[in-house]
């Protein structure tokens, strides 16, 4: 039997996923604060006393959002509600993610406090301002009546590009909800346990891991003997320069790092690292150099308050969204 096309058959269309997005969703806190729901699971966090905590997060946030616009990335901005109070409302990217083919999804959140984030109206904002065509909604939610939680790119790396979702076990990633989600959006797994350098593991997995298109960020000595190996060389299938990290740079974020997608008008399409301030002082030189040379741009906010008393960075206060 003959392998050729005829001469105007149409050759396949294979998509290709980016990794980047060049838009993302991002909420003004109205009531941040330290949140002692969360603080149990998430070592990051600090009961510190600060008057003027709110306004400093509300500063902090204004001054990333600005620089981000200012870079070229569309923001959409949305005002946190005040009632309920959500001290933690500046991380939207727990709570849904927005995919280029149109899904939106909703994730079970373990703290109760945390819930009322997802809102109607912020998806709504994001269709509006963004243009942003809601295809499908899956909604994982059912799952906190049962203990089971998946919160969203902060449980999630994703290789978008090769479709493959990195893991670590944790109180707030499940191994059975990651299986569901994995299989709604034709994904692969890579589940492995991570932990500080105190035997806890990681909250979230964007905390000791980043990857863009030409770089995987990631604390190899936290992931697990057992495990390291195996996500390692999947990290390396996919063509990235890997870039160790370790738990003196992790403790200051500096896993919490993401690179998004811009337009320069000399240079055209251009790649731009987010990070903040205590993630690129905590960085050696020549892994920030690395780091560097697989990026066009590096966008460096100074977060002190969103992330003592928070337990997030920059990473954690973008939703992505990636447009058609």
Not at 19 to 36: G, K, T
Request: glycine share 6%.
């Amino acid at each position: 039997m003959s392998t050729s096309s005829p001469a105007n058959a149409s050759p396949l269309r294979v998509p290709v996923h980016r990794q980047c997005a060049d838009a993302v969703l991002m909420i003004r806190p109205a009531c941040f604060r330290y949140n002692p729901e969360t603080a149990p699971s998430n070592a990051f966090q600090h009961p510190e006393r600060l008057a003027d905590a709110a306004a400093s997060a509300q500063a902090e946030f204004d001054a990333l959002a600005a620089a981000l616009a200012g870079e070229g990335v569309r923001v959409c901005i949305c005002a946190d509600s005040a009632a309920p109070p959500k001290p933690d409302a500046v991380f939207p990217n727990n709570w849904v993610s927005f995919h280029a083919d149109g899904t939106v999804v909703l994730y079970p959140m373990q703290a109760p406090s945390r819930r009322a984030e997802r809102r109607r109206d912020v998806l709504q904002a994001v269709s509006a301002q963004l243009g942003f065509q809601v295809s499908r909604v899956l909604d994982l939610t059912d799952h906190e009546r049962e203990g089971r939680f998946l919160e969203g790119t902060g449980s999630l790396v994703l290789d978008r590009r090769t479709r493959v979702a990195y893991a670590c076990q944790s109180p707030r990633t499940d191994a059975v909800v990651l299986e569901e989600w994995a299989r709604a959006l034709g994904y692969d797994t890579v589940l492995f346990d991570a932990a500080d350098r105190g035997g806890v593991p990681f909250y979230h997995t964007n905390v000791l891991m980043g990857l863009g298109e030409r770089f995987a960020l990631v604390g190899a000595e936290a992931i697990a003997l057992a495990d390291r190996t195996r996500v390692l060389n999947r990290l390396r299938a996919s063509g990235r320069e890997l870039i160790e990290v370790g738990y003196d740079e992790l403790e200051h974020f500096a896993g919490n790092v993401l690179e998004l997608a811009t337009q320069d008008e000399a240079l055209g399409d251009c790649r731009i690292l987010v990070m903040s301030r205590s993630a690129r002082d905590a960085l050696e030189s020549d892994t920030f150099a690395r780091l560097c040379a697989c990026t066009d741009d590096v966008l460096v906010a100074p977060l002190p308050t969103i992330e003592r008393l928070g337990g997030g960075s920059a990473r954690c206060m973008l939703a992505e969204v990636f447009l058609p």
